[in-house]
Nanobody, 120 residues
Framework: QVQLVESGGGLVQAGGSLRLSCAAS????????MGWFRQAPGKQRELVAT???????NYADSVKGRFTVSGDNTKNTVYLQMNSLKPEDTAVYYC??????????????WGQGTQVTVSS
């Protein structure tokens, strides 16, 4: 079994910053991709940013230049540094990881979600 544990959400004023963390643990052989998605009320879940094990990153256009995704392979952890936050960034943020388990089978895992609220 693999678990993803997120932390770092909260309430912040517009223009402020938050840093999210997501740590993977359990029966992990390797991690191919980790990243962040978000879902606002009444909207579909959308990509925010991802990072591969090789360090390649991908961002949604709406967060480019404001958010930075990074990873620590030694800790199986992915981070999302969010700067210049806007009210429209308010959402539940979910960590996603594509992991090869010790049984050499690839699965996609999701975290439980962490609320980010940006006040105007």
């Amino acid at each position: 079994q693999v678990q993803l544990v997120e932390s770092g959400g909260g309430l912040v004023q517009a223009g402020g910053s938050l840093r999210l963390s997501c740590a993977a643990s359990g029966s992990i052989f390797s991690i191919n991709v980790m990243g962040w998605f978000r879902q606002a009320p009444g909207k579909q879940r959308e990509l925010v940013a991802t990072i591969t094990s090789g360090g390649s990153t991908n961002y949604a256009d709406s967060v480019k230049g404001r958010f930075t995704v990074s990873g620590d392979n030694t800790k199986n952890t992915v981070y999302l540094q969010m700067n210049s936050l806007k009210p429209e960034d308010t959402a539940v943020y979910y960590c996603k990881a594509v992991i090869v388990t010790m049984s050499r089978i690839q699965y996609t895992y999701w975290g439980q979600g962490t609320q980010v609220t940006v006040s105007s």
